[in-house]
């Protein structure tokens, strides 16, 4: 294990140099569709078997917002792109996310493109999806 003294913390060169490095790769993983997935929570209460299965299908502008979220036993959304924040609802979930990205939500003026983008219908997996439904 190396000691505090031989870790160099990163600067914005190293980052941006790495951010650079794997941009193909990350736009390319980001193009894909992601099936959709169910967050399941299981408990036991006084002998009985609870499970609970929940399914995110969210829109904003008619266009289909991607990605892995899931509900805590304690009813906390999360969402796999955003990792370290959790959120009351899944309407808070979106409001943060179009703070966040405002770019990846904003308005084409009118007459311009095709109007509504059709929800994206997965195709095929691929390992790391496997490896989720495997619970891995």
């Known amino acids: 294990m190396p000691t505090a003294k031989a870790l160099t913390p ?6 941006a140099s790495y951010v650079r490095k794997n941009a193909s790769h990350v736009k390319h993983v980001q193009q894909h569709p992601h099936p ?8 036991e209460y006084q002998g009985h078997r609870i499970v609970v299965r929940t399914r995110y299908e969210i829109e904003v502008d008619g266009r289909t917002v991607t990605g892995h979220m899931g509900v805590t ?3 906390h959304v999360h969402y796999h792109p955003v990792p370290n924040m959790s959120f009351a609802s899944a309407i ?3 409001k943060q996310l179009i703070d966040i990205f405002p770019d990846d939500f904003a308005k084409k003026a009118k007459g311009a493109g095709r109007g509504k983008r059709p929800a ?10 496997e490896k989720l439904a495997r619970g891995a």
């Not at 959709?36 to 408990?43: G, K, L, P, Q, T």
């Not at 219908?121 to 999806?129: F, N, Q, R």
């Open 36 to 43: 959709m997935s169910d967050s399941v929570r299981e408990a």
């Open 73 to 75: 036993n304690d009813g």
């Open 120 to 129: 994206r219908k997965p195709k095929k997996t691929h390992p790391h999806h």
């Open 10 to 15: 990163p600067t914005v060169e190293s980052v």
């Open 92 to 94: 808070d979930l979106v």
